[in-house]
């Protein structure tokens, strides 16, 4: 089965600097996707990831906090910045495969402290 | 606000019975519907969809829906130990399309006692 890799799996930052987090899918994808999932919470989406453009945010969510990148079909990145301990949460990549289309897979998720 | 409602649990059924999670949602447009299986510590696995009124099947899984009355479910038969996850609804306005716009309930907890 198609395998979504996500690192790092956890990381301890601290107040006021930035972490970016990695997703890199094995098989062909048509959409991806980075969601936010905070303590005891639903899972929130943050933004599309295009390939070759300017992500789309959800509302609540800036380019700025969260930029994203999508080089190519299957790598993207998201860099939560300017880091406060608000922002302490599990960071989810998502996928939607081209051979599943209809359905959404996650990859194994960044779960993120900030100090 | 389109909301997904699920019980929080934890929900706890003695090895062997049905486990019966539920879900609700504000959305009438809604198209798609999902259920997340999510270990602690882990990320969301996909364990069912369900597009249609009425009941679906996978192995000891059955997911139901009603639109009428907005409302899906999943059934666990011979519910194991291992079943025991944090269980997740979710819907999607979108029919067969791309799910980025998944709105998520915040799960309820399934504890199977052996």
């Known amino acids: 089965s198609a395998v979504i890799s996500q690192k790092p799996s956890r990381d301890i930052c601290q107040r006021g600097t930035s972490l970016t987090i990695q997703c890199q899918v094995d098989?062909?994808?048509?959409?991806m996707f980075w969601y936010r999932q905070q303590p005891g919470q639903s899972l929130t989406l943050i933004a599309t990831?295009?390939?070759?453009?300017?992500?789309?945010?959800e509302s609540g969510f800036v380019i700025d906090k969260f930029p994203i990148s999508r080089p190519n079909l299957t790598f993207s990145t998201l860099t939560v910045s300017n880091l406060s301990p608000e922002d302490s949460s599990i960071y989810l990549c998502s996928v939607e495969f081209v051979h599943q289309r209809g359905k959404l897979f996650f990859g194994s998720g960044t779960q993120l402290s900030v100090l | 606000q389109k909301e997904v409602e699920q019980n929080s649990g934890p929900l706890s059924v003695p090895e062997g019975a049905i486990a019966s999670l539920n879900c609700t949602y504000s959305d009438r447009g809604s198209q798609s519907f999902f259920w997340y299986r999510q270990y602690s510590g882990k990320s969301p696995e996909l364990i069912m969809f369900i597009y249609s009124n009425g009941d679906k099947e996978d192995g000891r899984f059955t997911a139901q829906l009603n639109k009428a009355s907005q409302y899906v479910s999943l059934l666990i038969r011979d519910s194991q130990p291992s079943d025991s996850a944090t269980y997740l609804c979710a819907v999607t306005e979108v029919y067969g399309g791309s799910q980025g716009n998944l709105i998520f309930g915040k799960g309820t907890k399934l504890s199977v006692k052996p």
């Open positions: 098989s062909q994808v048509t959409m």
């Open positions: 990831a295009n390939q070759g453009s300017e992500a789309t945010y």
